[in-house]
């Protein structure tokens, strides 16, 4: 006599929507100078798909009988474009996703996992695919730098996975990767997409500091991915490259602290030690009893 038989099914839940994390939206898209490693913000998604893939599997007695085992799993795809940076960017050498690491070689990095790249031109053209498949959705994203793909795999719980893009911003040194604070702190400042509202005007010449960074290897690639004072920001890197912003003639000048003459990258940089005021004792008003200079010296 033959052997009873059966069918045992199961199946994982199945998603229906692409699943946002905070660490994927919402985030300021980045400013950044020099080469860093970035977090994309997911500016736009679409077409989202979840395809059924189904197993069977026979096991059993002999004569006819035994059990089917059927198993349902899904993949996940859509449609996303993820912001990269403000401005024109130069490209993404190399990409983080989970554990995995892409690198330029014969083939790019975005075309191993798949992604195209728009590189924030003001005048960028619409990504064609939405042009055709969602015309009403289809932006240029002026001034934003992106990467983009239809059909994009999804992770196992229908979300981005974890991107972070090693990507080459403006203001790179010739044959370096980072860049000249002589150079992107005036662009910075008076970029009027991204910068503070200042007035060319208002910005002396930068060319000394321009060299004492370059001659001293004071090369920066600063990334500006959350909103900050800007006066903070500054700060941070007059004291990184040992150097003092001040106002002087109605212009923001910066003097550096160093009194050496330095050679490097091709450029020597030479200190103006010309001393700016000769002080004697007549020239201080001590309180009575007071010495006319005290110095204090912390541990």
């Given at each position: 006599m033959?052997?009873g038989s059966?069918?045992?099914?199961?199946s994982?839940?199945?998603?229906?929507?692409?699943?946002?994390?905070?660490?994927?939206?919402?985030s300021?898209?980045?400013?950044?100078?020099?080469?860093?490693?970035?977090?994309?913000?997911?500016?736009?998604?679409?077409?989202?798909?979840?395809?059924?893939?189904?197993?069977?599997?026979?096991s059993g007695g002999?004569?006819?009988?035994?059990?089917?085992?059927?198993?349902?799993?899904?993949?996940?795809?859509?449609?996303?474009?993820?912001?990269?940076?403000?401005g024109?960017?130069g490209?993404?050498?190399?990409?983080?996703?989970?554990?995995?690491v892409?690198?330029?070689g014969?083939?790019?990095?975005?075309?191993?996992?798949?992604?195209?790249?728009?590189?924030?031109?003001?005048?960028?053209?619409?990504?064609?695919?939405?042009?055709?498949?969602?015309?009403?959705e289809?932006l240029t994203?002026?001034?934003t730098?992106?990467?983009?793909?239809?059909?994009?795999l999804?992770?196992?719980?229908?979300?981005?996975?974890?991107h972070?893009?090693e990507?080459?911003?403006?203001y790179?040194?010739?044959?370096?990767?980072?860049?000249?604070?002589?150079?992107f702190?005036?662009?910075?400042?008076?970029?009027?997409?991204?910068?503070?509202?200042f007035?060319?005007?208002?910005?002396?010449?930068?060319?000394?500091?321009?060299?004492?960074c370059?001659?001293?290897?004071?090369?920066?690639?600063?990334?500006l991915?959350?909103?900050?004072?800007?006066?903070?920001?500054?700060?941070?890197?007059?004291?990184?490259?040992?150097?003092?912003?001040?106002?002087?003639?109605?212009?923001?000048?910066?003097?550096?602290?160093?009194?050496?003459?330095?050679?490097g990258?091709?450029?020597?940089?030479?200190?103006?030690?010309?001393?700016?005021?000769?002080?004697?004792?007549?020239?201080?008003?001590?309180?009575?009893?007071?010495?006319?200079?005290?110095?204090k010296?912390?541990?």
């Amino acid at each position: 006599m033959g052997g009873g038989s059966g069918t045992i099914s199961t199946s994982a839940p199945r998603i229906d929507a692409l699943q946002v994390q905070r660490s994927a939206s919402g985030s300021p898209i980045v400013w950044i100078a020099g080469r860093g490693r970035i977090s994309p913000n997911l500016i736009y998604y679409t077409d989202f798909e979840a395809v059924a893939h189904t197993t069977k599997k026979k096991s059993g007695g002999k004569g006819g009988g035994g059990v089917t085992q059927k198993d349902t799993t899904y993949t996940y795809y859509a449609t996303i474009i993820l912001g990269l940076g403000v401005g024109e960017l130069g490209g993404v050498p190399r990409i983080f996703r989970d554990k995995e690491v892409f690198e330029d070689g014969a083939i790019s990095a975005l075309a191993q996992i798949g992604l195209n790249f728009a590189s924030g031109e003001r005048d960028q053209d619409v990504w064609g695919y939405l042009e055709t498949n969602h015309a009403l959705e289809a932006l240029t994203y002026s001034d934003t730098a992106y990467v983009y793909a239809s059909d994009y795999l999804l992770n196992d719980n229908a979300g981005v996975p974890n991107h972070t893009f090693e990507v080459d911003g403006p203001y790179q040194v010739s044959g370096l990767p980072d860049a000249n604070p002589g150079v992107f702190i005036p662009a910075l400042l008076t970029d009027p997409i991204s910068g503070v509202g200042f007035d060319s005007l208002w910005i002396a010449d930068f060319s000394n500091y321009e060299d004492y960074c370059l001659a001293e290897g004071l090369l920066l690639s600063p990334v500006l991915d959350e909103q900050t004072p800007a006066s903070d920001v500054l700060s941070r890197w007059m004291t990184i490259t040992n150097s003092e912003m001040v106002w002087s003639g109605g212009k923001l000048k910066v003097v550096p602290y160093g009194d050496e003459e330095v050679t490097g990258n091709g450029v020597t940089w030479t200190p103006d030690n010309t001393p700016v005021a000769s002080l004697g004792l007549d020239d201080f008003l001590p309180g009575e009893g007071e010495p006319p200079v005290t110095v204090k010296i912390r541990s």
